[in-house]
C-alpha cells in the first residue's frame, strides 16, 4: 500500500465507481452493517474463497510433511446450516457469553459500544464524544447478545426460537463424529468451512470491516494433545503466510500474541494476524484473522454440557439443582488412537479468518496511484488496483484497436478462447487509453490489443498493468503466456 495515496475514503470510492461493494438497500437509504458485492466484487471474493479453499483443502497433500509441521495431516470440507439446534449455541456458551456491553444516552437515544465510548461521536452538535455535552445522559453499561434471533416454524413461539450463527466453527465440532466415522480421515486432521455469520453488532462501522453478515473462512484443526502446541505455531506461521503469498506486504501485518488477561478462559493461545487498515491512525492495525489454542474446550462442550473454569479446570456449570445448566449432547466424541493405543479428546486449533475482511485489505494493499505518459507523451494520473494476478477479477481485457479491418473478428475469437479458462473482458468502444485505464482501476493484470500489425503477422500486444510495460507476442501464445504470468 502507498500510505502517501491510500485512504479509506478513496478506496471505498473506487468499490463504488467500479462495482466492488454497494450497501444494501441502498436505493431505500441503505441498512447500516449490511453490503452487496456487485459484478467486480463477487470475482474478487469468490477468488480470495477459492485460494484459501485450495490452500486449506483441494490442495493440500495428505502425505507431505510440510515445513513446520509435527507430521503429514488431512484436510476435509464441510458445508454445516447457518441455523442449528439452539442446544449448540447453549452448550458452546454463545448463548450466555456473546454479548457486547452498550450505553445508552437517554437524552438522544443514541446506543454506543461501552469499549468504544472514546472513539465515539455524539450525535449531538458540536460534535463531542458521548458525555460530553452538558445534555448527555449515559445508562450504565448492559449486556446485548449478538446473535440474531429467528423462529423455526409456524409459531412465534420461546421453543421456537433460533439463531442465526454467529460462526461457521461449531458446525465443524457437532460433526466430528460423522467426518470421522465417513472420511477415513485421523486425527490430526482439518475440517475447513467458508460461510455467512451473522452478529448484531452494535455500531458496524469502517466499511465492511465491522458488518452484521460477513462471511467466514475456518478451520478446525484436531490434533493430539501432546503436539498441539507445536500445531498451533505451524498454523499461526502459515497463515501470516497465505496472506503475504497473495500480496500483502509484510510491512502491513503484524502478529500478535494475546496476553493470557486477554485470551478466553478456554485458550492456550491466541494470535491475532492484524493489517494496517487505513482507516486506523499511524501504526495501528486491525484484526483480519485469529489463531486460537482451543484445548478440548470444544468437543468436551458438545459432550457434557457449558463449561466454566474452576481453578484451572473446565468443569461442566451446573443449575441451582446441580444440573448441567447447559447439557451437552451426551455423545461420545473422544478418540481412539491406534498409533498411540491411546484415547483422548483432541485439541483443536482455529485459524478464523473473515473473507469480507481480507476483501477489504487485498483492497487497501492494491490501491494505488500514479501517473503515466498518455499516447502524447503526456503524465496522466491514473488509479491502478495492483492486486495480485490470482485474485484479480478479470484475468485479461481484450481489445481491438478500432472496431474496423478485421479487427473486432479477432480479438472476439480470442476473446471466445480465453474465456474458457478465465474471466475475460472484451470491449471495443472509446480510446485505448481510457479503456486501459478503466482496466487498471478494476484490477486487471492483463490488456492484450489486436492491431493493424496483427493481420499482417499474427502477433498481439500484452500490456502489464503495473508496469505498464507492453510486449508484442505471438496470438497463439497468448493463453500460455498469460497462464505463466498469473502464477509466477
Ligand atoms: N470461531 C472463532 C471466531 O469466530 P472471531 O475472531 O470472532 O473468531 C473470526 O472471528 C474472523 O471473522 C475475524 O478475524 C474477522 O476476520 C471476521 N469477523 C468477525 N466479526 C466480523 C464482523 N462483524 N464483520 C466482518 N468480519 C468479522
Not at 460462526?167 to 480421515?185: C, D, H, P, W, Y
Not at 502459515?238 to 488477561?261: D, M, P, Q
Amino acid at each position: 500500500m502507498s500510505e502517501r495515496t491510500t485512504t479509506m475514503d478513496k478506496v471505498v470510492a473506487l468499490c463504488k465507481r467500479r462495482g466492488f461493494i454497494f450497501q444494501s438497500s441502498e436505493i431505500y437509504g441503505g441498512i447500516g452493517g449490511f453490503w452487496d458485492y456487485g459484478p467486480l466484487g463477487v470475482e474478487l471474493k469468490r477468488n480470495i474463497r477459492e485460494a484459501w479453499w485450495r490452500h486449506m483443502v483441494t490442495g493440500h497433500d495428505d502425505t507431505a510433511t510440510l515445513d513446520g509441521a509435527p507430521s503429514p495431516f488431512s484436510m476435509v470440507g464441510l458445508e454445516s446450516t447457518i441455523i442449528m439446534d439452539p442446544k449448540v449455541w447453549k452448550a458452546s456458551g454463545h448463548f450466555d457469553l456473546f454479548y457486547d456491553l452498550f450505553v445508552d444516552c437517554k437524552t438522544c437515544k443514541a446506543r454506543f459500544r461501552s469499549d468504544q465510548l472514546v472513539d465515539s461521536q455524539c450525535p449531538n452538535k458540536p460534535s463531542k464524544k458521548p458525555g460530553e455535552h452538558d445534555e448527555c445522559e449515559l445508562t450504565d453499561p448492559r449486556e446485548f447478545n449478538l446473535m440474531f434471533k429467528t423462529y423455526v416454524g409456524a409459531l412465534v413461539d420461546p421453543n421456537a426460537e433460533a439463531y442465526l450463527r454467529p460462526e461457521t466453527a461449531q458446525g465443524m465440532f457437532t460433526n466430528f463424529k460423522n467426518i470421522l466415522s465417513t472420511s477415513r480421515v485421523k486425527v490430526p486432521f482439518g475440517v475447513a468451512q467458508i460461510g455467512k455469520s451473522f452478529r448484531n453488532e452494535i455500531t458496524p462501522r469502517n466499511f465492511t470491516f465491522r458488518s452484521r453478515e460477513f462471511e467466514q473462512m475456518e478451520m478446525e484443526f484436531f490434533c493430539p494433545p501432546d503436539s498441539s502446541h507445536d500445531w498451533y505455531t505451524f498454523w499461526r506461521d502459515r497463515r501470516v503466510a497465505w496472506y503475504v503469498s497473495l500480496g500483502l506486504k509484510s510491512g502491513n501485518l503484524r502478529l500478535r500474541e494475546h496476553g493470557e488477561n486477554e485470551r478466553a478462559h478456554y485458550s492456550c493461545g491466541t494470535a491475532d494476524i492484524e493489517y494496517a487498515f487505513p482507516f486506523l491512525p499511524e501504526g495501528e492495525f486491525g484484526e483480519l484473522e485469529g489463531v486460537s489454542h482451543r484445548g478440548d474446550f470444544d468437543l468436551r462442550s458438545h459432550m457434557e454440557g457449558k463449561l466454566i473454569k474452576e481453578g484451572n479446570e473446565l468443569v461442566v456449570e451446573q443449575d441451582e439443582h446441580g444440573q448441567p445448566k447447559h447439557p451437552g449432547s451426551g455423545k461420545d466424541l473422544s478418540y481412539f488412537d491406534d498409533a498411540a493405543g491411546e484415547k483422548y479428546v483432541p485439541h483443536v486449533i482455529e485459524p478464523a479468518a473473515g473473507a469480507d475482511r481480507a476483501t477489504l485489505a487485498f483492497l487497501c494493499e492494491a490501491y494505488d496511484e500514479d501517473a503515466i505518459p498518455d499516447e502524447k507523451g503526456n503524465p496522466q494520473e491514473r488509479v491502478v488496483l495492483r492486486l495480485h494476478p490470482r485474485l484479480a477479477p478479470v484475468k485479461v481485457a481484450i481489445f481491438p484497436l478500432v472496431k474496423k479491418d478485421g479487427q473486432p473478428e479477432i480479438a472476439a475469437e480470442l476473446y471466445r478462447d480465453v474465456k474458457k479458462r478465465w474471466n475475460v473482458f472484451y470491449d471495443e468502444k472509446g480510446s485505448i487509453g481510457k479503456r486501459y485505464r478503466r482496466q487498471d482501476e478494476s484490477g486487471t493484470p492483463f490488456c492484450i490489443t489486436i492491431d493493424h500489425q496483427t493481420l499482417d503477422d499474427q502477433t498481439v500486444t500484452l500490456r502489464d498493468r503495473d508496469s505498464t510495460e507492453q510486449t508484442r507476442i505471438k496470438l497463439a501464445d497468448v493463453e500460455q503466456i498469460v497462464a505463466e504470468r498469473i502464477d509466477a
